[in-house]
């Protein structure tokens, strides 16, 4: 090599610039033809990764989403659909009795049959000749346009006292045998209608020998259950 032929200083310098450049391009040429596909894998690795970052903090946040407290009223209304009265009283009526003593029974059960209003009271004298008028079947009447299942509880017996000044008193029994819903009738299905429910009580009244001439009253309590 000639002295011409060699390069100078600054010569050099810019040959091996314009070399590395061309290697460089060569690398990238070669990168771009077989590298890019490790390039692109990472991209979307990476993207993946994001996504799954992402959808960790949208779980999160939903396990801490924001509360209110609401008022919500509360109401209710009650009325009392069913009374009970009693408007007719067990009346033995006027009793001419025998001096022997004797029994007076008003059978009350035919009332579960009857409309109200009806009452169904039937005497039946005892032994003796004692003779009764203007009694009636004692009335209980259930005010409820509800169809209900009725039943009585009678006491076993009730007193009524006279007042001839010697304060006597007079048994009644059998009370729940002559009279409608009790026990021996049976329960009293009464139908939904405006007029209500009249159940009749009955019972037997014993007048003993030698019973003084008095009126004779008094009450007595009875448990209506449905």
């Given at each position: 090599?000639?002295?011409?032929n060699i390069p100078s ?8 610039r ?8 060569r ?15 990472t ?15 949208v ?28 408007p007719?009283?067990?009346?033995f ?16 059960l ?11 009271a ?18 209980i ?11 009585v ?7 009524i006292?006279?007042n ?5 008193v007079?048994?009644?029994s059998?009370i ?5 819903a ?14 209500g429910a009249?159940?009749?009580?009955g019972?037997t ?19 209506v259950?449905?």
């Amino acid at each position: 090599m000639t002295a011409d032929n060699i390069p100078s200083g600054k010569n050099r310098e810019s040959s091996d610039r314009n070399n590395s450049s061309a290697a460089a391009s060569r690398r990238l040429r070669q990168n771009n033809a077989t590298g890019g596909i490790t390039m692109r894998k990472t991209w979307k690795s990476s993207a993946l990764l994001l996504g799954t970052a992402m959808l960790g903090a949208v779980a999160l946040s939903g396990t801490n989403a924001m509360a209110g407290d609401v008022t919500v009223d509360l109401e209710a209304v009650t009325q009392n659909n069913i009374a009970e009265s009693s408007p007719t009283s067990l009346n033995f009526g006027t009793v001419d009795m025998d001096p022997g003593g004797d029994e007076i029974t008003i059978d009350a059960l035919g009332g579960l049959l009857n409309s109200a209003g009806s009452n169904p009271a039937a005497i039946i004298n005892g032994t003796g000749h004692s003779a009764s008028s203007g009694f009636t079947a004692g009335v209980i009447h259930i005010a409820s346009a509800l169809a209900l299942d009725i039943s009585v509880t009678y006491p076993a017996t009730a007193t009524i006292i006279g007042n001839d000044g010697a304060s006597t008193v007079l048994t009644i029994s059998d009370i729940d045998k002559y009279s409608g819903a009790g026990t021996e009738s049976g329960v009293y299905h009464h139908t939904a209608v405006a007029t209500g429910a009249d159940i009749y009580v009955g019972g037997t009244l014993t007048i003993p020998a030698g019973t003084p001439a008095a009126t004779y009253t008094s009450t007595m309590n009875v448990t209506v259950n449905y």
